[in-house]
């Protein structure tokens, strides 16, 4: 593949993601009013995590589609008096609201199976305290647009801890209580996971295995899509476990 056919297939992924993102975000927002009253809290953490996400992927998608229009990921800006590279400003945006996602998926699985947090939930959050202290560390070079080990790596464990953690947590009771719907949000949860490892483990080493992201990314469509029609489709459809324990399964 070409520079320029990557380049363009990028940015068109990217544009056309940024749009669905928001547009759930919106419908959200503008549907709040026929989620089932049971489900409020559960639609609130859906709505949340997916706002965060949405923010943050605005930050890292589209600041490298500024950067691919002004021809170089070595554009920097002014922010607060110091130069700032704009793709690496994206990168650092998305590693943040990308681990208060996780946080609003804890919550949403709370919510959703009327549980407490069980020492597995208060550990996941805890590991989303551990990955942002981590991140505060000035070695992570946040900067500059190479992978600085091992603090790359570092970082991305605690989150792969909380992705495999409320995976299990929501595949577990979901197929307690026969919830088909946050059954397959649970599996699109490994999906992302499967293609988000190998990156991780060796995107310096093959850059070509970066595409792994775009399957990633499609799984966060899935969870949104999913999550949308079950709670924001309609009173009809929408549902806790509070009806599968009564013999109505979503």
């Not at 597995?120 to 992570?140: E, G, H, K």
Request: proline share 2%; with cysteine.
């Amino acid at each position: 593949m070409s520079e320029d056919v990557r380049m363009w297939t990028e940015i068109i992924f990217n544009f056309l993601y940024l749009i669905v993102i928001w547009g759930f975000v919106i419908a959200m927002i503008n549907r709040r009013n026929v989620v089932a009253q049971n489900d409020r809290g559960v639609a609130l953490s859906l709505f949340l995590a997916f706002a965060f996400l949405a923010i943050g992927d605005t930050g890292h998608v589209g600041f490298r589609v500024i950067a691919y229009s002004l021809g170089s990921f070595d554009t920097h800006v002014r922010l607060f008096g110091y130069k700032v590279n704009l793709v690496a400003l994206g990168s650092f945006t998305t590693a943040w609201t990308f681990t208060i996602f996780y946080v609003f998926i804890v919550f949403m699985w709370r919510a959703r199976f009327n549980k407490q947090l069980e020492f597995l939930a208060y550990l996941l959050l805890t590991a989303a305290v551990v990955r942002s202290l981590i991140m505060l560390f000035p070695a992570n070079e946040w900067n500059s647009l190479q992978i600085h080990e091992p603090w790359y790596t570092v970082r991305n464990v605690p989150l792969i801890l909380m992705q495999m953690g409320t995976a299990y947590l929501i595949i577990r009771d979901a197929k307690m209580f026969e919830d088909r719907a946050f059954m397959w949000i649970g599996i699109m949860i490994v999906i992302s996971l499967m293609c988000y490892v190998p990156v991780v483990a060796l995107v310096e080493t093959y850059p070509l295995v970066g595409m792994l992201m775009i399957p990633k990314t499609l799984a966060y469509l899935g969870i949104a899509i999913i999550g949308y029609r079950n709670l924001y489709g309609s009173r009809t459809v929408a549902g806790t476990v509070t009806c599968a324990m009564t013999g109505e399964i979503n």
